[in-house]
């Protein structure tokens, strides 16, 4: 099976575990994913957080790490997927795992609950591990109760939002990890004349390296200055 030619759905070959950062607060989480792309029996999780916590990075992160590992994945981001066939689920627990990014798209149609409901079930009797990203814990009467009670016996963890004081740290790392090169005063510059959002800063610092690979120039405070104006 090939997810390339059955679905249309970009994946960033970027996210990998080692290249999320995170603090003591998603060490537990980070360290139990670990253990289960290595292992050999399937484990079902369920992965809630705030908007722009990283779900997404997480999720495109397992799936590449199960490729290094030569075995079989996808990615599945319901934002996209919801405006297609439910039965698209039919057999992916053919895979070594499937992750599906936002849980909550399933609110409003009972077809794909009652198709995710049957992957649940397929992937329990296989060896495929199931990996669901939602912006909101558990809730009740969202879903049918069936699939209410399979969600409930998956392994249930919250990923921490990068907090403020986190966001020089993890801009500096995820910079690093990205071949950009930024200094203290670059970012110090961004993080307090921009957006607090990480996802959306480190958006932008990408724009700025790009820029500055076809200008020849170094990414100084003037320079992230004179980018910030012709982008804006």
């Not at 439910?86 to 077809?111: Q, R």
């Not at 009467?141 to 699939?147: E, I, K, N, R, Y």
Request: glycine fraction near 4%; charged fraction near 25%; hydrophobic fraction near 40%.
């Amino acid at each position: 099976m090939s997810k390339q030619l059955i679905f249309p759905f970009d994946s960033d070959q970027y996210p990998k575990i080692n290249n999320f950062f995170y603090t003591s607060n998603n060490e537990v989480l980070i360290n139990i994913i670990k253990d289960s792309i290595c292992a050999d029996n399937n484990e079902n999780f369920f992965i809630y957080g705030e908007r722009d916590s990283g779900k997404s990075f997480l999720l495109q992160a397992i799936c590449n790490e199960y490729s290094v590992n030569g075995r079989k994945s996808i990615y599945i981001p319901m934002a996209k997927a919801i405006n297609m066939q439910a039965n698209m689920l039919e057999n992916l627990n053919e895979l070594d795992a499937v992750c599906i990014d936002d849980f909550t798209k399933f609110y409003h149609s009972t077809e794909w609950q009652i198709s995710f409901f049957n992957l649940i079930n397929q992937c329990v009797l296989s060896k495929c591990s199931l990996y669901v990203s939602s912006d909101e814990g558990i809730s009740e009467g969202v879903v049918f109760t069936d699939l209410m009670s399979r969600i409930k016996k998956m392994h249930v963890y919250e990923v921490k939002k990068i907090a403020d004081g986190e966001l020089s740290q993890a801009l500096k790392f995820c910079a690093e990890r990205n071949g950009i090169n930024l200094n203290n005063e670059v970012i110090n510059y961004l993080t307090t004349r921009e957006t607090r959002i990480f996802n959306k800063l480190f958006l932008l610092i990408k724009e700025i390296d790009l820029l500055s690979a076809q200008e020849k120039r170094k990414i100084t405070v003037p320079f992230v200055k004179e980018m910030l104006n012709r982008i804006n």
